[in-house]
């Protein structure tokens, strides 16, 4: 039998007579049925194949064959996986016995993990999957974690009337509680910590704002309440209210000289002290309501007391200061009181100014000359705000008037009235 001659430097998958050059194995086999094809075994599709060549995917146990019709090429899957290999995908089953998962503990967690991976972590006992909108591990038994920051503001108080010569106090802020990071709560306080949640149903009000010398009302976000303004001091009611900021002094004659009352630490600042006098009327001064960042100030014989000043969130993505104390109202002559972030000013021998809805900032007080019944400024109304990750979803009840915005990365829903439930899914 004559010396088969082979190609020096064959390529895989070439041809010499009856044998076909295998590149993995280096070694010319024989082709008997003069096939230019071969098998090839890899976790990758072969390169460079040629008509029926075969593949056995060691990823998945499938095999193919590479086909060419002439027009257009392409591997197909052969059959069933080589034995040894399932493919547990989109089958049913009749097994009474187990799926394995990965095991291990929080430390031996996938360093990059993806959306919905799973295992079994054998330091809680608990199967867990992985979640990007939360960026962690869950439980199966528990809902991922939701974290919002929140701005809750009480509804802003009304400032207070007067039926005889004097002077009304203007109304306290509503309470400012925040949790944005990097921006701070009212009366003084921090940021308070993002509320962490899950899926389920919470619990909105917006509380509304005091008409004429009275307080407004609490505002709430699930387990997070803040207070009303405290009303002003006013004729009938000469001593002011409390609240999440407190109201303004009601002045007249020195026996109805009245300071200023309490805010509520993290939320809001005192009221300022209202002036009177039985010498002089015409100094008759009402004191300031507080406001979320600092105190209302002192009436004066030159003027009612300013309200006290608001706090700025960026929240929705500029920045807007709310909380702002009502200004005291002044009799005769003078300065009325001003106001700032949603307060009202005071009145002039008038009633006093209203404060600005959604803000939660007091009414302003009134001045009276002798002319009948001035009133204060109505408060105005709180508002809830909340941030949270853009891929939940926040479904409000009948009853709350809402709007959401999308803020980078996050939505952004602002609750403008009303009282209910709002749903995160």
Do not use: C
Not at 61 to 76: L, P, R, V
Not at 104 to 115: K, L, S
């Amino acid at each position: 039998m004559a010396a088969l001659n082979f190609p020096l430097s064959p390529n895989d998958g070439d041809v010499y007579g009856n044998y076909v050059y295998d590149a993995t194995e280096g070694v010319w086999n024989a082709n008997p049925q003069q096939l230019a094809s071969r098998f090839v075994t890899s976790a990758t599709q072969p390169t460079s194949p040629s008509n029926g060549d075969g593949w056995l995917d060691t990823n998945t146990g499938k095999t193919y064959i590479y086909y060419n019709d002439g027009s257009s090429a392409q591997w197909i899957e052969s059959g069933n996986p080589v034995i040894g290999f399932v493919d547990p995908y989109d089958q049913t089953t009749t097994s009474t016995g187990y799926l394995a998962l990965p095991k291990g503990t929080g430390a031996q967690r996938p360093v990059a993990p993806e959306n919905g991976d799973i295992r079994f972590n054998t330091e809680l006992n608990q199967p867990e999957w992985y979640s990007d909108a939360t960026d962690s591990w869950v439980l199966f038994k528990d809902a991922p974690t939701i974290d919002v920051e929140y701005l809750v503001i009480g509804g802003g108080a009304g400032g207070g009337s007067v039926s005889v010569l004097g002077a009304g106090g203007g109304g306290g802020a509503g309470g400012y509680r925040s949790s944005v990071i990097g921006e701070s709560s009212g009366g003084g306080g921090s940021a308070e910590s993002v509320l962490s949640i899950q899926s389920g149903i919470y619990t909105v009000t917006v509380g509304a704002g005091g008409s004429a010398g009275t307080s407004g009302s609490n505002s709430v976000f699930d387990t997070i309440t803040s207070l009303g303004g405290g009303s002003g001091g006013s004729t009938s009611t000469k001593t002011p209210g409390s609240g999440g900021s407190g109201g303004g002094g009601f002045g007249r004659a020195v026996a109805e000289t009245t300071t200023g009352a309490t805010g509520t630490t993290g939320q809001g600042f005192d009221g300022g002290d209202a002036l009177g006098s039985d010498v002089d009327p015409v100094a008759h001064s009402g004191g300031g309501g507080g406001g979320a960042s600092s105190v209302g100030l002192d009436g004066s014989g030159a003027s009612g007391g300013n309200g006290g000043g608001g706090v700025s969130s960026s929240i929705t993505g500029s920045s807007v200061a709310r909380a702002g104390g009502g200004g005291g109202g002044k009799r005769v002559s003078g300065t009325v009181g001003s106001a700032t972030a949603g307060g009202g000013a005071g009145g002039l021998n008038t009633g006093g100014v209203n404060g600005t809805v959604n803000t939660g900032g007091g009414g302003g007080g009134a001045g009276e000359n002798d002319n009948g019944t001035e009133l204060g400024g109505a408060g105005g109304s709180g508002v809830v705000i909340i941030k949270y990750p853009s891929i939940f979803t926040a479904t409000p009840s009948v009853g709350l008037t809402s709007i959401t915005n999308t803020v980078g990365d996050y939505k952004v829903t602002t609750f403008t009235e009303g009282t209910g439930t709002v749903t995160f899914s």
